[in-house]
């Protein structure tokens, strides 16, 4: 077995369980899918794989799940999170055909959290920092939605915050620049497995190319260590992949989420 092989054994085995969905309200199993729902009106669905589902055994699983959140007036947004590695016939159209729009593909990337903790030199004026205080963790959040593109809004705030109070060993990280934050992550250790997430990267477009991301990365990574994780995985678009790569760490697969809005 390769090592990337490994790694993605590992990945399906250890966090595509409950392990996925820290936070949850509730979890309905239909299936081989788990139908979870979020505060904040979020469906998400996931799965270990489809059971070896054809076509149109797919197709009922999506019309199956659908039908679930539909019936739920509170869900007015929902994820079905695709893997490139799944053996998933006409998952693609069945999709489409219920109004689900897919974004960008992004590349699911794990490696050693120890080749990540090194020492990364910050330009001058920089400073990294654990934030838990409300203020801060929205001045991070409008930040990212910034860069993300997203419309202003306490939607993405409100969320973390509920997410922070539960206490399940989030950590959240910034970069800040004359008080005014740069950079941002977050670092989500999974309970029960080898495995911490880290999420969330975002980097105003005036700071990138300058190793801020990276030390914020690093920062995550000896945190990573601390709490006993030996892996980490990230799902991770165009301008962090490469950073990761730079560390040894291998591209197992792509996933692509795909979303509906009521």
């Known amino acids: 077995m390769t090592d990337s092989s490994r790694l993605l054994r590992a990945y399906d085995d250890q966090l595509r369980t409950d392990a996925?969905?820290?936070?949850a309200v509730s979890v309905t199993r239909l299936g081989p899918l788990r139908l979870v729902t979020f505060l904040g009106g979020r469906g998400f669905v996931t799965y270990r794989d489809l059971g070896g589902a054809d076509e149109a055994g797919v197709?009922?699983?999506?019309?199956?799940?659908?039908?679930?959140?539909?019936?739920?007036?509170?869900?007015?947004?929902?994820?079905?999170?695709?893997?490139?590695?799944?053996?998933?016939p006409g998952l693609h159209g069945?999709?489409?055909?219920?109004?689900?729009?897919?974004?960008?593909?992004?590349?699911?990337?794990?490696?050693?959290?120890?080749?990540?903790?090194?020492?990364?030199?910050?330009?001058?004026?920089?400073?990294?920092?654990?934030?838990?205080?409300?203020?801060d963790v929205r001045a991070m959040c409008a930040m990212q939605d910034?860069?993300?593109?997203?419309?202003?809004?306490?939607?993405?705030?409100?969320?973390?915050?509920?997410?922070?109070?539960?206490?399940?060993?989030?950590?959240?990280?910034?970069?800040?620049?004359?008080?005014?934050?740069?950079?941002a992550g977050r670092l989500e250790p999974v309970a029960g497995t080898?495995?911490?997430?880290?999420?969330?990267?975002?980097?105003?477009p005036e700071w990138r190319g300058r190793g801020i991301y990276r030390a914020l990365t690093a920062a995550r990574a000896r945190s990573a260590l601390a709490r006993g994780a030996t892996l980490v995985h990230s799902d991770s678009t165009e301008y962090s992949r490469p950073v990761l790569e730079r560390y040894g760490f291998?591209?197992?697969?792509?996933t692509t989420p795909y979303t509906w809005t009521r």
């Open 20 to 23: 996925e969905t820290p936070g």
């Open 59 to 88: 197709r009922d699983l999506v019309d199956g799940a659908v039908a679930h959140f539909r019936a739920d007036g509170g869900i007015t947004r929902v994820e079905w999170k695709t893997r490139g590695h799944d053996h998933a």
């Open 94 to 135: 069945a999709l489409l055909t219920h109004g689900f729009v897919p974004d960008e593909p992004e590349s699911i990337m794990i490696g050693e959290a120890a080749a990540l903790a090194v020492d990364v030199p910050l330009p001058d004026g920089v400073t990294l920092r654990r934030v838990t205080a409300e203020a």
């Open 146 to 183: 910034e860069v993300f593109g997203a419309p202003p809004s306490d939607e993405t705030a409100n969320a973390v915050l509920r997410r922070q109070a539960l206490d399940d060993g989030m950590e959240l990280w910034v970069a800040e620049a004359a008080g005014r934050v740069v950079s």
């Open 194 to 204: 080898d495995f911490a997430g880290i999420w969330g990267g975002s980097t105003r």
């Open 250 to 254: 291998a591209m197992v697969s792509t």
